[in-house]
């Protein structure tokens, strides 16, 4: 397997200097994003939609279980006996022990799909994923975020019983939040995958392959 040049201590704190400059231009830019984020208007959601959970049913301002935010990831729906190899690394990655610190800060963290309930509990147990998960089969809730049958991350406002979407994204927007993805972004052969551009030599595999 291919391996990196190897040079002096000396020569390698030049480069990772010379790096660390990019990194922290990068670094503002986010800041700046973040920043625009926080001034993004809102539009209201208020079609009256029914989650089936396990707890029974529920309504979109339920399940902010009385907090002011609401973070919804939606999970794609492949049919009776297909799940996205996508959506499952991610809620692989979903860092469950987070989600109280995420409550302390007045947000909730559920995880919604089309498929039905009995479908989304069985997946669950064959995972071994703790977290909220419900089902938003016979409602246009994915629909109206945009999804269009695909994954996607909104975030929800509540003001009483009122409930706005202040941000979404998806695609790399959603990649970017995968913890084990940005562990492997900082490793010598990042991800392995076929779109990454690398040195001659490194090891690439399809992206779900």
């Known amino acids: 397997m291919a391996k990196p040049e190897i040079v002096s201590p000396e020569e390698w704190q030049k480069v990772r200097d010379d790096l660390l400059v990019a990194e922290k231009e990068v670094t503002r830019a986010q800041d700046r994003l973040a920043a625009r984020r926080r001034r993004l208007p ?24 009385g907090r002011d935010e609401l973070v919804v990831y939606q999970f794609m729906d492949r049919g009776p006996t297909h799940y996205c190899p996508g959506c499952t690394y991610f809620t692989d990655n979903v860092p469950v022990h987070a989600l109280p610190l995420l409550a302390e800060r007045g947000i909730t963290w559920v995880t919604v799909s089309d498929m039905p309930l009995t479908q989304i509990e069985a997946y669950k147990a064959e995972r071994g994923w703790t977290l909220p998960f ?12 945009g999804a269009g049958g695909g994954f996607m991350l909104s975030v929800f406002l509540r003001d009483g019983d009122e409930v706005y979407r202040t941000y ?28 990454e551009d690398s040195p001659a030599g490194w090891p690439q595999h399809p992206t779900y392959g």
């Open 168 to 195: 979404s994204t998806t695609a790399r927007g959603v990649d970017g939040l995968v913890f084990a993805a940005k562990i492997m972004d900082l490793s010598v052969y990042g991800r392995m995958q076929d779109w």
């Open 134 to 145: 419900v089902s938003s089969r016979g409602t246009s809730f994915s629909a109206d975020c």
């Open 42 to 65: 809102m539009v209201r959601f208020d079609k009256p939609y029914t989650f089936d959970t396990p707890d029974g049913p529920k309504s979109l301002v339920d399940l902010f279980d």
